[in-house]
Each structure stands twice: as structure tokens, then as C-alpha cells.
């Protein structure tokens, strides 16, 4: 419903990749865009450890199923402490490269207190510049990974909930309350 609303040009997903070999092709066929994939670490034990159990095999299918339905430009995010020499940083700059995949590092964000770093490889964090719309997956849209502020298109509808967001995007992003976890980069 949100690919067939007037004036979206670009319609992207941030997923952990679970599920994608299941969904791809659905979701391309639903006129998804784009498609980024979590991705914090290329060694198995490290990326379960890191994700509390999952299983990276599944993330790396749900990659080749992305491909398989046609999604161009597949992005890895890669969260990082620091910087992208981290050893698990490096190792999925080795598999981006590889596979021919972009890769952005971001920096851990601390909501809360409002704490984040612009994106590396990528446009995200810079305030000034950012049009983008953040849609939880219980239906909810946020005008900034930053506020509290949000609408629900199930309550609302997708248009008025998208405009309602529109509207009350803020100049820069402060703090927030919500689970990040429950919202992509």
C-alpha cells in the first residue's frame, strides 16, 4: 500500500535477514525498493554472539533470495564501537567486497541521550539533509529515529500517518524513548 502512494520514490527495508529468503520475492512483488541487511559480523559464532543466538547462514540466504527477486543495490549495515577496523567491521567489509555489496558502518546510537554519529558509507546522521520516514514493524511511523512522536497507520491509514509524520519532522533529532531495536538504520 505505501509503494502505490503518490510521490514515493524510494521504499526501503532494514531487515536482520531472518526471514528474507521467505519474504523476497512477496515483498519485491509488493513494490519494495531497496533492501538493507544487518549485518554485524561475517564469523558465525561472533554473529550469533552478537545477535543473541541467530544464525548468519540464514541472513547470507536471505541475501541470495534479495538478489533472486531483484533487489539492486543491497546494502550491509554494520554497527560499530568505534571504527570500521574493528575485527568484525573488517570482516564484513571483506564479505561486502566479495559479494559486491555497499557497506555502512554505524556507530552505536544511544537514543535516549540523543548520541549518534553520521553514517560511514552512507547519508544517514547528517540532520540537516535527512527526508526519511521510520516505520516500525507494529505500524508506526516516526518522523526521526530521534523523537517520540509517532503515528499509526493502522489507526490512521498509511497517507495520513506518512503526512502526519512529514509535518512534524524535526530540524535535528533530540532523544527518544523508543526500543531502537524495533527500528532499522
Known amino acids: 500500500m505505501l509503494a502505490e502512494i503518490p510521490g514515493i520514490r ?6 536482520n535477514g531472518t526471514l528474507l529468503d521467505r519474504y523476497a520475492a512477496d515483498l519485491r512483488a509488493a513494490g519494495l525498493m531497496r533492501v ?13 554472539e552478537i545477535t543473541r543466538g541467530g544464525k548468519l547462514d540464514k541472513v547470507l540466504e536471505g541475501i541470495a533470495a534479495a538478489r533472486a527477486a531483484g533487489f539492486e543495490g543491497i546494502k550491509l549495515n554494520c554497527v ?3 571504527s570500521p577496523d574493528e575485527e568484525d567491521a573488517r570482516s564484513v567489509a571483506r564479505f561486502g567486497a566479495a559479494e559486491g555489496l555497499e557497506v555502512r558502518y554505524i556507530h552505536r546510537m544511544h537514543t535516549e541521550q540523543g548520541i549518534f ?23 508506526l511511523v516516526y518522523p526521526c529515529l530521534f523523537s517520540n512522536q509517532s503515528w499509526s497507520v493502522r489507526q490512521l491509514g498509511a497517507r495520513e500517518a ?3 509524520a512529514v509535518a512534524a519532522k524535526p530540524e535535528s533529532g533530540q532523544t527518544s524513548h523508543h526500543r531502537f531495536s524495533q527500528m532499522g538504520g
Open 10 to 15: 524510494d521504499l526501503a527495508m532494514t531487515t
Open 36 to 48: 538493507n541487511v544487518s549485518m554485524d559480523s561475517a564469523f558465525p559464532e561472533r554473529f550469533a
Open 80 to 82: 560499530i564501537e568505534n
Open 117 to 139: 554519529q553520521p553514517v560511514i558509507g552512507g547519508e544517514g546522521g547528517h540532520c540537516a539533509s535527512c527526508n526519511r520516514l521510520r516505520l516500525t514493524a507494529n505500524g
Open 162 to 164: 506518512l503526512l502526519a
